[in-house]
Each structure stands twice: as C-alpha cells, then as structure tokens.
C-alpha cells in the first residue's frame, strides 16, 4: 500500500469501516455448516490483544482546524508537511516517532487525527463464525495488522483489535474493518487539592421576584460572564384553557402571547394576586427563575440556593490498574477544602490497553 492510499484510506476512515461492515453481512453469512471442508474459505469476527509496533509516519485531521495551528504545525520540527486534502490536512511527520507525540499536542487543542498503526498479532486467535462456530486461526502468514486509530497511546503498548477475519485452512489470509478498541470506566482515585478555582453559586428566584434582579449591577460586581440569569417571563396552565379562555385572557394589558397551556407575560409585570384575580378558578403555575454567579467571593442573596466551591485537583498517574494522564482537572464539590487536602474523586475516562487516553469527567466520591 504505497503512501497515497494510505492516506486516502485514513482520511475516509468511517466510510471504510461502513463499507467493510456491508461486505462483512455479505460474505458472514454465505458460511452457515458446523463442518467445513478442508481448505474451505470462512470469514468471522475475531478480537484479539496485540502489541502496538508503530505508526505510519503521518496524521489526518478534520478542516476545522484553524489557521495559527496549522501555521504552528508548518514551523514544527516534528512535521516535514502539512497540506490540505479534501475534507481536512494532511501532516506528514518527520519520523514514526513523531506522530505520537505530535498527536497528543493536536488533542491538548481539542483536535482528533487519525493515522494507521501496525499491530502484531498474537501466533493464534479466535475466530467467530455466523453459525456461532468458534475456530483457531494461525496469524503466522500475516504477523501484524493495519488499524486505523486516533493515536492515544505510544508505541509497544498492549492494546485490543477488533476486525473481520478470513481464514483459509486454519491460517488468517486476510482482513477488513480493523478497529482499535477502547473502553470506558469509572475510576476512584485520591487527589490532591491545588487551589481553589471559585465558587459556583445557584439560586432559585420566585416568579414575583424576577423583575427585581438586575443583571447589569451583578455583571459590574462578579465579572461579565460569570453571572447567568435564566428568567422565565411565562405563567402555565396545568388543566389547559379553552378557545373561548384563550379569546378572553389574551386582551389582558401583561399577556403578549398566549396558548392553551401557558403564555408569556410582560418582563417587568410581577404581580401573581392579579392574575388569580384575572383567571379565577383557573389552574395557574408560576415558574422560578434561575440565577447563577461564578465568583471568589462571598454572594450574599436573599433567594434560596445552593454554593459549589470548583477546586483544581491533582490526578495520581495511575491507579485502578490504569496509568492517568498527567496534570490537573477541576472538581465541584459542596464541600470546603484546603490546599494540599486529599479528596476522593471518581475519574471517568476513555481507556486503550491499561492507559486511560481520556479524561471525560472527574466528580466527587
């Protein structure tokens, strides 16, 4: 497979797999007999652990990518090139060792790439037929597969496959759809508390009290940004209105618009014992708005509400039987803590092999 087509395959990696798996139905089930003649041809699904060897010495990403990255990446000595291709770049790296590093620093930026690793196969694997036949298969004439991957992990680190097999007379001729497999999991670790990043305070306003919250001094006294108010200017009817209501109740001076489920009131109109007045027997609800302030300082209110405190916290580099990426997460937690305490967090991640690769979430255990 000379360099084009490797790159022609990585950059449509998704159609591939699709297409592998439409030929894979296809030809799964033209094998349906417990006994099968010597020499016969089968195809099955194996998954097998293998060794990462290493990387083609390029990487493949999406065309959002931005223009200072790229021209970053045009000026890095890991990259001999970079251009573009249809649907994203092209980044030809200077060595195989390269693409690993070269990848972690696009994820650090948001950005996935895809590239082709070889893995070595274990002498033997196990075959699934669509008969539910299970076979040995000898990877003796192949020794290693093409897998297109999102390099996550380095090289010589243990990792599991996932692909179409076809055997011939006991042996693996060949293959398709080769995916390197990850996992997720739930990790308990004890961090170590950094600093404290702020406070995230949460209040619950009544519908009375919206008009008084003023948004423009809260912005001035936390910060533009750090303060969100999610005002809900509408008034529901639980048990519905009928046409003849809604013809009545759509005059009303605070009414801007209204339906047989609820209407939308005047931003500034707050008094809640003139509409009963207005509505009668009518079933009214009068939703609470919401109101939140990142900070760190004290938010005295006199709504009713809750505080997070967000701290930074060190990961240890492995536990769980997983190595963690290293660095810091932030966590929320209702509880104070100091510097340097110890706090119980549960990590979700991505993993591949024994390496958490990703960091999805980190909240308090």
């Known amino acids: 497979m000379n360099r084009e087509d490797l790159t022609k395959v990585a950059i449509f990696a998704l159609a591939a797999i699709m297409i592998g798996g439409m030929f894979y139905g296809i030809q ?69 060792d390269d693409v690993f590093p070269l990848a972690e620093y696009l994820n650090s930026q948001g950005i996935s790439s895809n590239t082709l690793a070889d893995v070595i196969m274990p002498t033997d694997i196990e075959v699934k037929l669509a008969n539910g036949t299970e076979i040995n298969a000898s990877t003796v004439l192949l020794g290693s597969v093409k897998v297109i991957a999102e390099p996550l992990v380095d090289t010589d680190s243990d990792v599991s496959v996932r692909m179409i097999a076809m055997v011939q007379g006991g042996d693996l001729v060949s293959y398709s759809s080769a995916t390197m497999l990850s996992g997720s999991v739930l990790v308990p670790v004890n961090a170590t508390v950094l600093s404290l ?10 519908w009375s009290e919206r008009a008084a919250v003023d948004e423009k001094s809260l912005d ?32 009303l001076p605070y009414i801007t ?41 004290t938010v005295n209110l006199s709504y009713n509400g809750t505080v997070l405190y967000s701290y930074l916290v060190e ?45 999805n979430s980190a909240v308090a255990g």
């Open 28 to 96: 799964f089930n033209q094998q349906n007999n417990n006994a099968l003649p010597p020499g016969t041809v089968v195809n099955g699904m194996t998954v097998f652990n293998g060794t990462l060897r290493t990387y083609e010495p390029f990487l493949v990403v999406g065309s959002n990518v931005s223009d200072s990255v790229i021209a970053g990446l045009r000026t890095d000595e890991r990259v001999k090139a970079v251009t573009s291709e249809v649907g994203g770049y092209l980044i030809n790296t200077t060595t195989r």
């Open 197 to 206: 990043e702020g406070k995230k305070y949460g209040f619950v306003v009544p």
């Open 220 to 251: 001035a006294s936390y910060g533009a940004g750090n303060v969100a108010f999610d005002r809900n200017d509408y008034i529901s009817f639980p048990g519905g209105l009928g046409v003849v209501q809604i013809a009545e109740k759509k005059n």
């Open 257 to 297: 618009f209204i339906t047989d489920t609820g209407a939308s009131v005047n931003e500034s109109f707050a008094d809640e014992s003139r509409v009963m007045n207005d509505f009668g027997n009518i079933t009214v609800v009068f939703p609470d708005s919401g109101l939140s302030i990142v900070t760190n300082s």
């Open 315 to 359: 990961l240890p580099q492995d536990a769980g039987g997983y190595s963690i990426p290293g660095g810091s997460v932030t966590l929320d937690t209702g509880r104070e803590y100091a510097a340097n305490d110890s706090v119980s967090v549960v990590v979700n991640g991505t993993t591949i092999g024994s390496r958490m690769v990703r960091i």
